[in-house]
């Protein structure tokens, strides 16, 4: 895998665990239904079969996947997202919306399923039961000292 963040940060931590190539789009295509290995080739068309298969591998051991033998002979699983694999869905929405924004050329929109509208993504505090604008919020650090 690639060299480490050795940062005290959340985004750093996180691309530490999911920013290897490829292995984000993995997990968005097992998020989006894609879950046999031959699906996943075929959806993601230059991967090589090595690469998929140690993506896999790696997201099972983060628990953001999981496998389950369907197949012994030859041995082939099926692929769910855990719980934290489907939390993963907001980070992938939020790019879709970015995109959306920013990217010349733009393939997907997220859409409010009963409308078919374009949605925005917001921030809500359930604290006071409101929505909250991108600039009421602020990160805040958790701890000052390093634990060992």
Not at 26 to 55: C, P
Not at 69 to 82: E, G, M, Q
Request: include cysteine.
């Amino acid at each position: 895998m690639k060299s480490r963040y050795p940062l005290e940060c959340n985004i750093a931590q996180t691309l530490n665990l999911v920013g290897d190539r490829w292995t984000m789009l993995v997990l968005h295509e097992v998020l989006v239904g894609n879950d046999t290995f031959n699906t996943l080739k075929q959806e993601l068309t230059s991967i090589s079969s090595n690469i998929l298969s140690d993506r896999l591998k790696h997201l099972v051991q983060l628990d953001l996947i999981s496998s389950t033998l369907y197949s012994d002979h030859p041995p082939r699983y099926r692929y769910t997202p855990t719980e934290s694999g489907k939390a993963f869905s907001t980070v992938f929405d939020a790019m879709l919306v970015w995109g959306r924004t920013h990217l010349d050329e733009c393939y997907k929109k997220l859409v409010h399923t009963k409308c078919e509208q374009e949605v925005e993504i917001g921030y809500y505090c359930p604290s006071c039961e409101t929505k909250v604008t991108e600039d009421e919020v602020h990160p805040v650090l958790l701890h000052t000292e390093k634990v060992n």
